[in-house]
């Protein structure tokens, strides 16, 4: 428990030479050693439609550096924007997040939404507790003002936060011109409906229809990933571990033919974390099995092409598997050159 020691209280008292005893050379030899420890945050466990959970126990607790959010420019580095304190926590129990009791998520609960679970902490906790904030896009920005969109990029929302309650917490974006950008947030509204907005300061950010961003929490905070409640208000079920997420069963992104590169916005498929996505394309009905993927929209970065099998398996007569880059924004380009009875599914996605 040597980082989360650290610093000792009488460093930052008084002025002058400050005295250090053996005690604390012994607390920093096993930060050091400790910080290589906790390369990753625990794995999250999908136990039902509402409820999350970490688990832990005496042998093998849950530890969370308290670290921030991971840079959306720089992986495996971290932005804190000066609200988390870098040390960590650690559970000997499980710890569960319910989004059907109050108190589990900043705002109300919404369909077809993007959670970031966080790890929070006070300055003198030993353990953490977890906290759900939704993930959100922007519709439009007038005047510093960020008119918000829903995460399928269909229409305005709003999150029915308490007014003000942001305030002091900072934005993040995670997409678009001023990606890796970070404000202060001066005002919320308490809309709940097609309305909701968030007010920042400084200097104007450049926004675009569909650009993500991540709420930072005023408090100390550490990332332990995203998950996905679904159309129904239910979380799609899941296994993550180790920055690796997999669907229990896989979503669908894309159906039909498809004439020609069409961008295709992931917004319901993968979280704007996500940097490769996977799945698979299948063909039905016995046509042939097409499938391009581009980052340009001009050039195929893969591309599938199979002859179907004379039996049907599982529902379809071909399939095959991909793994590929999601661009920025949180999509990608697909091509089947107009073939009928294609679809391709999402199984998961890598941060």
Same mark, same amino acid.
């Given at each position: 428990?040597?980082?989360?020691?650290?610093?000792?209280?009488?460093?930052?008292?008084?002025?002058?030479?400050?005295?250090?005893?053996?005690?604390?050379?012994?607390?920093?030899?096993?930060?050091?050693?400790?910080?290589?420890?906790?390369?990753?945050?625990?794995? !999250?466990?999908?136990?039902?439609?509402?409820?999350? *959970?970490?688990?832990?126990?005496?042998?093998?607790?849950?530890?969370? =550096?308290?670290?921030?959010?991971?840079?959306? !420019?720089?992986?495996?580095?971290?932005?804190?924007?000066?609200?988390?304190?870098? *040390?960590?926590?650690?559970?000997?129990?499980?710890?569960?997040?319910?989004?059907?009791?109050?108190? #589990?998520?900043?705002?109300?609960?919404?369909?077809?939404?993007? /959670?970031?679970?966080?790890?929070?902490?006070?300055?003198?906790?030993?353990?953490?507790?977890?906290?759900? =904030?939704?993930?959100?896009?922007?519709?439009?920005?007038?005047?510093?003002?960020?008119?918000?969109?829903?995460?399928?990029?269909?229409?305005?929302?709003? /999150?029915?936060?308490?007014?003000?309650?942001?305030?002091?917490?900072?934005?993040?974006?995670?997409?678009?011109?001023?990606?890796? =950008?970070?404000?202060?947030?001066?005002?919320? &509204?308490?809309?709940?409906?097609?309305?909701?907005?968030?007010?920042?300061?400084? #200097?104007?950010?450049?926004?675009?229809?569909?650009?993500?961003?991540?709420?930072?929490?005023?408090?100390?905070?550490? /990332?332990?990933?995203?998950?996905? &409640?679904?159309?129904?208000?239910? !979380?799609?079920?899941?296994?993550?571990?180790?920055?690796?997420?997999?669907? *229990?069963?896989?979503?669908?992104?894309?159906?039909?033919?498809?004439?020609?590169?069409?961008?295709?916005?992931?917004?319901?498929?993968?979280?704007?974390?996500?940097?490769?996505?996977?799945?698979?394309?299948?063909?039905?009905?016995?046509?042939?099995?097409?499938?391009?993927?581009?980052?340009?929209?001009?050039?195929?970065?893969?591309? =599938?092409?199979?002859?179907?099998?004379?039996?049907?398996?599982?529902?379809?007569?071909?399939?095959?598997?991909?793994?590929? *880059?999601?661009?920025?924004?949180?999509?990608?380009?697909?091509?089947?050159?107009?073939?009928?009875?294609?679809?391709?599914?999402?199984?998961?996605?890598?941060?």
């Amino acid at each position: 428990m040597a980082l989360i020691n650290l610093p000792q209280a009488k460093w930052g008292s008084g002025t002058g030479r400050q005295v250090i005893l053996k005690g604390d050379f012994d607390k920093i030899e096993q930060a050091l050693l400790e910080s290589f420890e906790i390369g990753q945050a625990p794995s !999250l466990e999908f136990v039902d439609s509402a409820k999350v *959970r970490i688990n832990a126990g005496v042998d093998c607790k849950a530890r969370v =550096m308290l670290c921030g959010f991971p840079s959306p !420019l720089h992986p495996g580095q971290w932005v804190d924007a000066g609200l988390a304190d870098g *040390r960590y926590r650690e559970n000997s129990t499980p710890v569960t997040l319910d989004f059907a009791v109050s108190g #589990s998520l900043w705002g109300t609960e919404k369909a077809d939404q993007w /959670y970031c679970l966080y790890a929070l902490a006070g300055a003198n906790d030993t353990t953490f507790s977890l906290k759900a =904030m939704p993930v959100m896009r922007v519709s439009s920005q007038a005047t510093q003002i960020i008119s918000l969109r829903n995460n399928g990029n269909t229409a305005n929302i709003g /999150y029915g936060f308490t007014a003000n309650e942001l305030v002091e917490a900072q934005i993040l974006m995670l997409s678009g011109a001023s990606r890796g =950008m970070v404000r202060l947030i001066t005002a919320n &509204n308490d809309d709940n409906g097609t309305g909701g907005t968030i007010t920042y300061g400084g #200097s104007a950010l450049t926004l675009a229809t569909g650009n993500w961003f991540m709420v930072l929490p005023k408090t100390n905070f550490g /990332y332990l990933g995203m998950v996905l &409640n679904d159309a129904s208000g239910n !979380l799609a079920p899941f296994y993550q571990e180790g920055g690796c997420t997999t669907y *229990r069963t896989p979503r669908e992104a894309v159906s039909g033919a498809i004439n020609g590169y069409t961008l295709i916005d992931l917004g319901l498929m993968a979280p704007p974390t996500a940097r490769f996505l996977e799945g698979y394309a299948a063909a039905l009905a016995g046509y042939d099995l097409k499938l391009a993927i581009s980052y340009d929209g001009s050039n195929p970065a893969l591309i =599938m092409h199979g002859t179907p099998p004379t039996v049907e398996f599982q529902g379809v007569r071909g399939a095959v598997p991909f793994s590929c *880059r999601i661009l920025d924004g949180n999509c990608f380009y697909v091509n089947n050159e107009n073939t009928a009875n294609q679809t391709v599914k999402v199984t998961g996605w890598r941060g």
